[in-house]
Structure formats: C-alpha cells, structure tokens
C-alpha cells in the first residue's frame, strides 16, 4: 500500500475545478483552539507570573517561579555549544544579515508641488517579543530567523521566549540559548506556548509589554495571536508547514521524495505535495519514498504526515497546468524541479518562498540560504509575505506645506470637504487665510 495517496487532476482546468479546494491542507480550527486559550490569556493578563508559572507545571512539567533566564545560563549554553553548530549559526547568520541589510528602506521624500512635500519615513518597533517553538524539535534556526530581520531593522528592545524544558532544568533548550547569545540577546523567557503570547501582549513581571509579536508555534499559539490581535501586533497565525513540489519527468526522484520527507519530519500535520504531468516520475517517487522513509529517524511522524489528507501526488497535464495548480495552492514553500525551472519559477505570484532548480531544496532555506524560513502558511501566500525587515518597521508619512503651498490647494479642499459634509474640515484650512493671518 502506498504511503501517499494520488489526485489526479488530468483533464480539468480553472474553470471548472478550483485548484485551490483540490489539493486539501491539514484540518486546523484555530476559532475551536480559541475557546481552549481564552482562560489562559485571560489568567496572564490577571494574575501575570503566578499564572504562568502554573501553566509551565501543567503542560511543560518544570515547576519554577522564576520566568527570565539568567544571563550566565545565556553565556554558558554559549560557551558548551558544539563548535561545528556555532560555525552552522554563524554563516546562517552571515548570510541572513546581508539580505536584509539588502531589503532595508529608506526615508524617501516626494514633492507634489513647490513648498509641499511628503516624506514617507520608515521606523523601527520600538519593542518586539519573538517566539521559537520547543516541541517536537527545538528550531534554534527560528531564533536566527526572528532576531536578524529584527536588529537590522533597527528595533531598540527584543524580547525572546521559548518553552522550558525538564531536561534543561526548567530553562529552553541549550542550543536555543546559544544562538541568543550569539545575537547578544540576553532578555530571555523560559516560557511556552499561549501563556507567552499573553505575556508578550499584556506584560507579566519583569517582562514589560512588547508592540509585536513573531514567530511560529502550534495551533494553541496561533489561537492566542488571533484572540489577541490588536492588543498586539502580530506577523501572522503560522499553521502546520507545507511543501510543494512542481517536476517534470526531468527531475530526480530521490531529491523530490527527500524533499517531501524533509517537510513532513517537521510535524504530523505538515504537508508534502508534488505536483507533476509524469506519471514515471509519481511512480519513482512512490518507490523512493518507500525506501526513504523507513530509514529516516522519525519514521512514525513522516509516515503520518504522508499518509494524510494534507499530502499527496497530484497529476497534471503538463507544466501550464501545474503552474496554475501550484499558484492556487500558494504554498508556504515552492520547489520548481523542472528543465526550465526560472521561467517556470517566474510565472508563480503566490508562495511564501520559491526555490529553484534541483540544488536548492527547502532545507537550505531553513537554515544557511540567506532567506528567511518564517514564511506564510495555509494559503495565506496569495496575501502575505514572509517575515523580513519590513514586518519590524512602520511607515509614517511626514506632511509639510508652506503657507504659499496650502492656498494653492485650499479650494480643493474646501470643496471636498463640503462633498462629505464635514464643512469644520474646510474651515480649519480657511481660517488660516482669514483676513489679519
């Protein structure tokens, strides 16, 4: 029995059959998880540390009154972090570093008229809380991710939580420590899950309220940024992760199974999704996978992932149809493994990230790309973009007009304020030019 089940899609086209509906994701009710966060975010905001203490007892079994990790636990995971992750960190970080310095905006200034300008300016956030997950796999490359983005846009206060671990004597995994000291980030929580995001938005002891919020985390932090949306600026509610797959019968099997394998290591919900107008090319990817899987450490997980309802081949006609199909899906991760891999990467608009061509597989923007893999999850690529520079600074506009300027407009103004009887609207540029002013 094959560990992946096949759509085939042969035949259709857009208008008939919403592509998008054909290939089914993960089935997650954040609105249900909501009900279930509610009484936490609402014990935080309450009763601050003392609730979160109790809920690090119930679901992390560290029992610990103290919420912030001393800075020499910091220095330490530092000083015992295997030399060759430090070298790992330090190039992904490198490599991070110098796109984002790429992508940072600058003040631009337009003048739409003389004596008028308006200068649209880019700030930074003034205090930001990111969050890295700590469950099934302690994503230390979350850290890098959240806090470069974040220092190069030139945020003045950061803020970092990540679950305590019973093995690490209450405090988050080592290694995660490690990269924040790499950073020099040394305001850090042993805290998880929806009890952080609340801390993060209301406050709690010595953690002063932040204004955003980053970072991935399962569904009960997703429904905490959803209830709390507004109290706090969020980046997005990150679901399960996904990967699509677009090959043609050029591609090697044994990278596109790998690939799939790789994303659904991740999580039992995550999605692997190949898209492909070969049917040899499914059936070797079927074979591959077989062998693959089973001699993969987390075969149980992978298995479930690839078994399930979110994952599965899709057969196409050609490569026009695959395009359209994986465009709908608008994937949190996109490979093109096909012969024409840039042309066909150029025709996608909706995906969190696109990676080109048989040797650069998602893996790699995980960690050392120089991309950033927190990425829009669950079709929302079709409307927002991942994490960069831009999710940590605001734009204002900087409005500054002559006298000379103003009456130049004034009538207009006038005008369009007496349109939308608002007349105080057109009064307060009148006065102005009132006789004796």
Not at 43 to 68: L, Y
Not at 263 to 276: C, I, K, R
Not at 347 to 375: E, K, M, Q, T
Request: glycine content about 8%; charged content about 20%.
């Amino acid at each position: 029995m094959s560990l992946i089940r096949r759509i085939d899609l042969r035949g259709a086209d857009e208008a008939s059959v919403d592509y998008r509906a054909s290939v089914p994701r993960a089935e997650l009710d954040v609105e249900a998880a909501t009900h279930q966060v509610q009484p936490i975010v609402d014990a935080v905001r309450a009763r601050g540390v003392e609730a979160i203490v109790e809920f690090s007892a119930r679901f992390d079994g560290v029992d610990s009154d103290d919420i912030a990790v001393p800075r020499q636990a910091i220095v330490e995971a530092l000083d015992g972090l295997d030399p060759a992750v430090r070298a790992g960190l330090e190039e992904s970080i490198r490599r991070l570093r110098a796109t984002c310095e790429g992508e940072l905006e600058h003040d631009v200034t337009s003048q739409v008229a003389d004596g008028a300008t308006v200068t649209h300016r880019k700030v930074p956030i003034d205090r930001v809380g990111l969050y890295v997950p700590g469950g099934l796999a302690p994503l230390v490359s979350s850290v890098v991710m959240n806090v470069v983005p974040a220092q190069v846009a030139g945020v003045r206060s950061i803020a970092l939580a990540s679950p305590p671990q019973k093995n690490s004597g209450g405090l988050p995994e080592p290694t995660i420590l490690a990269a924040c000291a790499l950073l020099g980030v040394d305001e850090v929580y042993a805290v998880g899950g929806a009890q952080a995001i609340a801390m993060f938005a209301y406050g709690a002891g010595p953690c002063d309220r932040v204004d955003l919020v980053t970072g991935p985390g399962n569904i009960y932090v997703a429904a905490a940024k959803r209830l709390l949306r507004g109290v706090v600026g969020i980046d997005s509610e990150a679901g399960p992760t996904e990967i699509a797959i677009l090959a043609d019968d050029s591609a090697e099997a044994a990278f596109v199974a790998a690939d799939m394998i790789s994303q659904a290591e991740h999580d039992p919900m995550a999605a692997s999704v190949l898209v492909t107008d070969s049917l040899e090319l499914a059936d070797a990817v079927e074979a591959e996978l077989d062998k693959q899987v089973f001699a993969t450490r987390h075969t149980e997980r992978i298995s479930t992932a690839l078994g399930g309802r979110q994952s599965a081949i899709v057969l196409v006609d050609d490569m026009d149809q695959g395009v359209a199909v994986v465009d709908a899906y608008a994937a949190e991760h996109l490979e093109i493994q096909t012969r024409d891999a840039a042309a066909h990467a150029a025709r996608v608009r909706n995906a969190g990230a696109i990676f080109v061509g048989p040797w650069a597989p998602v893996s790699l923007g995980d960690y050392c790309a120089g991309s950033n893999h927190v990425l829009p999850t669950a079709g929302c690529a079709c409307h927002s973009s991942g994490l960069s520079v831009r999710a940590f600074t605001r734009s204002v506009h900087v409005v500054d007009y002559t006298r000379a300027a103003l009456a130049e407009v004034a009538d207009h103004v006038v005008v369009l304020a007496e349109a939308e009887d608002l007349p105080g609207h057109g009064q307060a540029v009148s006065v102005r030019f009132e006789s004796g002013r």
